[in-house]
């Protein structure tokens, strides 16, 4: 019975993943063709949502995604008042869900990850949200999908974890 029970788990390890801000805004946001001057340009835009969506999709269903308390403001702020906006009722309730959801392992940044993510800032040139959505939860997980270039750069690579874009288009914020 105890070798069937470790074989179980085995069997249904779920990976640890960590999922960058622009993925989860990619997939809630669903783009307007009046936005765009070109027919080409609103269909690879709207690619890259179904994309994304199905990706986050998936990653809900099967694995844990770990996430701080910064990320999810930031999920707030870019969702609300940034670009193409929700209405912030929609997306008080879209981040309460998250923060409720069992899918979710949360993360508090602490005065330590914030220094570590002002050295690294100042040292790369990378704007420190990158940095505080991750440096809590690095060391506890195994991949880190994003389609942020500054994902490529080596004191992101450092960490440790794999980290993979799984939309194949690197963009520059």
């Known amino acids: 019975m105890i070798l069937k029970n470790m074989i179980l788990k085995i069997l249904v390890y779920r990976m640890r993943v960590f999922i960058d801000t622009e993925i989860w805004i990619f997939s809630k946001k669903k783009p ?3 936005k765009f ?3 080409s ?14 990706f986050l ?3 809900i269903s ?6 701080t308390y910064h990320q999810l403001c930031e999920i707030f702020h870019i969702l609300g008042f940034r670009g193409m906006r929700i209405p912030l009722d929609n997306v008080q309730r879209y981040c309460f869900q998250l923060l409720t959801s069992e899918f979710i392992i949360w993360f508090e940044n602490t005065i330590k990850h914030v220094n570590k993510a002002l050295e690294m800032s100042l040292q790369s040139r990378i704007h420190i949200w990158d940095y505080l959505c991750v440096l809590p ?6 991949v880190m999908y994003s389609c942020d270039v500054h994902f490529k750069h080596e ?10 874009n799984p939309l194949n288009i690197w963009i520059t914020l």
């Open 32 to 34: 307007k063709s009046e």
């Open 41 to 54: 340009d609103f269909q690879n835009a709207n690619k890259f949502h179904e994309k994304a969506k199905k």
């Open 62 to 67: 099967q694995n844990e995604i770990f996430m």
């Open 137 to 142: 939860i690095y060391k506890e997980i195994d």
């Open 37 to 39: 001057s070109k027919e």
């Open 57 to 59: 999709k998936n990653q």
């Open 155 to 164: 004191s992101f690579q450092s960490l440790g974890p794999k980290i993979e």
